[in-house]
């Protein structure tokens, strides 16, 4: 207890030696209207289907659901609010997300919270900034609120609330980062190139064959992987052999593989961020671009996706799925196209014919990252 409670003493000095900087004049650098950048601020979406089991919506907490849960007595507002128990004296409880934001920006974090030494800050803003915390809500709740403002090159910063060591339940509603929000991603279904290149995509990962693994290693194909992260979670080391070729990628395809234009921009939001922070946790690197299912999506597809780190939300102009050989658009694949395969047990022959296709065209594989950033 004494350690504890020596190391709360020492975080209380630490934070009154911060100074928290003040509001600018204007919105930023990047201007724009002032939104809330949170992900499921008020805990009230619904976990996508295929989502992992006691998952929260857009949030991830440390101790997982045996500490943390959705609540649906005395929220704040709405109907539900977060209510974390630490597990263990070792625990704090965090709860935290990643949150896309602009350069050279000034933020505004707050939440609502109730409970004992309550925390609530940013990590990575390019600028140190203490948290906002509190001793005791004494039973109610109380708002927490800092600011911060980005570094030149922060394009992402990590959100968090926590309460402390062997204080015991709080519980978090309302949480908000308000600022104007990043620009919308930019809708592809090609890759503008004069180089002779192609680009292989392979969505969703239900059926990995090694016949098809076999094929993209004998012959050194750079694949852009979009599996949904239950496959994914499955079996990652499948994932990372077919992606070890240089030029490789894992990019998200979503939770739940459904329409995402006929979900509001927050549940889009959940489905999109939710999928980039899964493959993160399983391959290390942060997707960068989306591919829709069904390549359904709309205005807010585009806002969702830059709020999640997103530059890129990509198509495709030609199909070799399941024995197909569909090109989208007069004669041969041309350099810049971008071509759809599934991850099923008839790749191993979908490969080979839009390979044999490609250099019917003059045209090479290539990474597609590094032609889209």
Same mark, same amino acid.
């Given at each position: 207890?004494?350690?504890?409670?020596?190391?709360?003493?020492?975080?209380?000095?630490?934070?009154?030696?911060?100074?928290?900087?003040?509001?600018?004049?204007?919105?930023?650098?990047?201007?724009?209207?002032?939104?809330?950048?949170?992900?499921?601020?008020? /805990?009230?979406?619904?976990?996508?289907?295929?989502?992992?089991?006691?998952?929260?919506?857009?949030?991830?907490?440390? *101790?997982?659901?045996?500490?943390?849960?959705?609540?649906?007595?005395?929220?704040?507002?709405?109907?539900?609010?977060?209510?974390?128990?630490?597990?263990?004296?070792?625990?704090?409880?965090?709860?935290?997300?990643?949150?896309?934001?602009?350069? %050279?920006?000034?933020?505004?974090?707050?939440?609502?919270?109730?409970?004992?030494?309550?925390?609530?800050?940013?990590?990575?803003?390019?600028?140190?900034?203490?948290?906002?915390?509190?001793?005791?809500?004494?039973?109610?709740?109380?708002?927490?609120?800092?600011?911060?403002?980005?570094?030149?090159?922060?394009?992402?910063?990590?959100?968090?609330?926590? *309460?402390?060591?062997?204080?015991?339940?709080?519980?978090?509603?309302?949480?908000?980062?308000?600022?104007?929000?990043?620009?919308?991603?930019?809708?592809?279904?090609?890759?503008?190139?004069?180089?002779?290149?192609?680009?292989?995509?392979? %969505?969703?990962?239900?059926?990995?064959?090694? #016949?098809?693994?076999?094929?993209?290693?004998?012959?050194?194909?750079?694949?852009?992987?979009?599996?949904?992260?239950?496959?994914?979670?499955?079996?990652?080391?499948?994932?990372?052999?077919?992606?070890?070729?240089?030029?490789? &990628?894992?990019?998200?395809?979503?939770?739940?593989? &459904?329409?995402?234009?006929?979900?509001?921009?927050?549940?889009?939001?959940?489905?999109?961020?939710?999928?980039?922070?899964?493959?993160?946790?399983? /391959?290390?690197?942060?997707?960068?671009?989306?591919?829709?299912?069904?390549? &359904?999506?709309?205005?807010?597809?585009?806002?969702?996706?830059?709020?999640?780190?997103?530059?890129?939300?990509?198509?495709?102009?030609?199909?070799?799925?399941?024995?197909? &050989?569909?090109?989208?658009?007069?004669?041969?694949?041309?350099? *810049? %196209?971008?071509?759809?395969?599934?991850?099923?047990?008839?790749?191993?022959?979908?490969?080979?014919?839009?390979?044999?296709?490609?250099?019917?065209?003059?045209?090479?594989?290539?990474?597609?990252? #590094?032609?889209?950033?």
């Amino acid at each position: 207890m004494s350690t504890r409670l020596s190391a709360l003493a020492a975080s209380v000095a630490l934070l009154t030696a911060f100074t928290v900087p003040a509001a600018s004049a204007s919105a930023g650098a990047g201007g724009g209207a002032t939104v809330n950048l949170v992900t499921n601020p008020g /805990f009230e979406l619904p976990s996508p289907n295929l989502a992992d089991w006691g998952s929260i919506p857009g949030w991830s907490c440390t *101790g997982g659901p045996a500490e943390a849960a959705v609540t649906t007595t005395a929220a704040h507002s709405g109907t539900s609010a977060l209510t974390v128990t630490p597990a263990n004296d070792d625990s704090t409880g965090e709860c935290a997300q990643t949150v896309a934001v602009q350069p %050279d920006t000034t933020y505004t974090a707050s939440a609502w919270v109730r409970g004992n030494f309550v925390h609530l800050g940013a990590t990575g803003t390019g600028r140190d900034v203490a948290p906002a915390w509190t001793e005791t809500t004494s039973g109610g709740w109380q708002q927490l609120t800092t600011r911060f403002t980005t570094g030149p090159n922060t394009r992402s910063i990590r959100l968090y609330v926590h *309460g402390w060591y062997q204080q015991g339940p709080f519980s978090v509603d309302d949480v908000r980062v308000d600022g104007p929000a990043p620009a919308p991603a930019v809708a592809a279904g090609s890759i503008p190139t004069t180089d002779k290149v192609v680009f292989f995509t392979v %969505d969703d990962g239900w059926q990995r064959t090694p #016949e098809a693994e076999r094929f993209i290693a004998d012959h050194h194909l750079p694949i852009t992987a979009f599996p949904l992260p239950m496959p994914a979670g499955i079996d990652p080391e499948f994932f990372k052999r077919v992606t070890s070729v240089p030029g490789s &990628s894992v990019q998200d395809h979503s939770v739940s593989h &459904s329409d995402l234009s006929k979900l509001p921009l927050e549940q889009q939001q959940v489905e999109i961020c939710d999928a980039r922070d899964a493959l993160t946790r399983l /391959f290390g690197t942060a997707p960068v671009v989306f591919r829709p299912p069904s390549f &359904s999506w709309n205005a807010d597809t585009l806002q969702a996706a830059a709020n999640c780190g997103i530059r890129t939300v990509l198509t495709a102009d030609a199909d070799f799925s399941w024995g197909a &050989s569909n090109i989208w658009h007069p004669g041969p694949l041309q350099p *810049g %196209d971008v071509v759809l395969m599934h991850w099923t047990d008839t790749l191993a022959t979908d490969l080979p014919r839009a390979l044999a296709a490609a250099d019917a065209a003059g045209l090479k594989p290539a990474g597609l990252v #590094e032609y889209l950033h």
